[in-house]
């Protein structure tokens, strides 16, 4: 068993109580839902889903200790269904002999693939074990929705920068279990930089803190002075608010896609920057930006496109991080060019029409007919070439007999779409007592 004093400062300050909790008060303050079902030991399974250092394993211990529960830990990261056997079998021998409930923890369960979330289900049903699960994915995704059908959801916020700085001054002040013995100041600037650095992670905060503590030199008094440098030594690096494999890969994504389609170029540039920088795939943002320059711009820019693709291509060709400002120009590029999704509305009404209506045949004007069989049968007759009209304009019908006069394509008044609008209207007013002169295609049949 490992000794308090060697035990990691992060877990020496887990909280003993309710009260000592930081944090979560939608859920934990008072008349809340989860709080009023531990304080009258009423907490039946449930999953903690929560950014990492938000206090999911700490809750999970106080709801044991508050029931009086056994508490059965197990990480799925290197657990089986082997270890959930084995818990299982220790939680039924604890009823037989009336040695009360089991908790059983599984921390990341996410990571449990589908046999082994359904091990677990049975002896979650029938009250063997109360399940606390914790994730720091989304549940609806990573968790089966039979076990999901018999937990309670509670999401975890991350911690506000008020609540870090409270986490870390106790650990400063506790002589008992945290710093207090060992004479450290953390200066105002080093405890902001900490606070700012954690990013809502409790956890991070508390072991940055430590280590800064510990390697720190002691002034001739002893005295341990923790200031700004002292701390972005020890921490090297911002906790990482953003897993690429995860759900903030998909919220970042839709933040910087929305903020291009708002023509707001500064919070394009920042999710841009973030997801860079956190590790994102380049060619996974590059193929939204290409998304983004057909869906929200079109033929307001034609040449949207083209930067977009020249930025995935130079993304392969020089690679990253150099590639990072191809992307961050095609992204502002996009952010501040006149935006249309007439386009996009347009292909989702013909895939409306593609799915729903009759697929009539091919116009017989409008096919081919290489062969003097075909000639016979009609196919290209009456058709009339455009390049010998004036202005290069034919009104004859192109769409199948069933959807003839159908418009799908409806420009905006923005960018180059007021060009094209302008000889859509004059096309269309020509059309618009147009009578469509195509027979229905022949089901004539011819002797072999």
């Known amino acids: 068993m490992i000794a308090p004093a060697d035990e990691p400062l992060a877990s020496r300050m887990r909280p003993r109580t309710l009260d000592e909790y930081v944090g979560q008060a939608h859920i934990l303050g008072d008349g809340k839902l989860l709080r009023r079902a531990i304080e009258q030991d009423r907490v039946r399974s449930c999953i903690f889903w929560g950014p990492p250092g938000t206090g999911k394993t700490s809750l999970a211990r106080l709801i044991a200790a508050a029931s009086h529960a056994h508490f059965a830990p197990l990480s799925a990261v290197s657990a089986g269904v082997a270890d959930l056997r084995r818990v299982v079998a220790e939680a039924q021998e604890r009823h037989r002999i009336g040695g009360g409930q089991t908790l059983l923890f599984i921390d990341e369960i996410h990571r449990f693939n589908k046999a082994q979330q359904d091990a677990i289900l049975q002896y ?99 005295a341990r002075t923790l200031t700004e440098s002292v701390i972005l030594d020890a921490a090297q690096q911002r906790a990482a608010g953003y897993d690429k494999d995860g759900e903030s890969h998909y919220d970042a994504i839709s933040a910087l896609h929305k903020s291009l389609r708002d023509s707001d170029p500064d919070a394009t540039l920042y999710w841009l920057g973030r997801m860079l920088e956190r590790g994102e795939d380049p060619l996974f943002v590059a193929r939204r930006l290409v998304r983004a320059a057909s869906e929200d711009i079109g033929l307001a820019d034609p040449q949207a496109l083209v930067v977009a693709m020249a930025a995935q291509q130079a993304v392969h060709f020089i690679g990253m991080p150099e590639g990072a400002l191809a992307l961050a120009e095609a992204a502002v590029y996009l952010a ?16 409306s029409d593609v799915a729903k209506t009759r697929n ?16 016979g049968l009609g196919y290209g007759e009456g058709y009339q070439y455009a390049h010998d009209a004036e202005n290069a304009i034919v009104v004859q019908a192109h769409l199948p007999p069933n959807l003839v006069g159908r ?6 008044e923005r960018g180059v ?32």
Not at 407 to 412: G, L, N
Not at 430 to 439: E, F, L
């Open 336 to 351: 501040v060019a006149p935006k249309s999704n007439a386009l996009y509305r347009a292909y989702l009404a013909v895939q």
């Open 360 to 375: 009539d045949p091919v116009p017989l004007h409008l096919r081919n007919a290489p062969t003097r069989l075909m000639k």
């Open 417 to 448: 779409e007021v060009r094209i609008g302008q000889r859509l209207a004059e096309r269309r007013e020509r059309a618009k007592d147009h009578v469509a002169k195509s027979p229905h295609p022949s089901t004539n049949t011819v002797d072999e």
């Open 407 to 412: 418009t799908y394509y409806v420009p905006t």
């Open 124 to 222: 979650v049903e029938d009250g063997t074990v109360i399940l606390i699960g914790a994730t720091t994915e989304n549940p609806s995704f990573e968790v089966n929705a039979p076990l999901l059908s018999r937990a309670r959801v509670f999401v975890l916020h991350a911690l506000t920068d008020d609540e870090v700085g409270i986490v870390v001054d106790r650990a400063v002040q506790d002589a008992e279990r945290g710093l207090g013995d060992m004479n450290t100041r953390v200066t105002a600037e080093g405890r902001e930089t900490l606070i700012n650095l954690a990013n809502g992670d409790a956890r991070f905060a508390l072991n940055t803190l430590e280590v800064a503590a510990l390697t720190a030199e002691p002034a001739e008094d002893g």
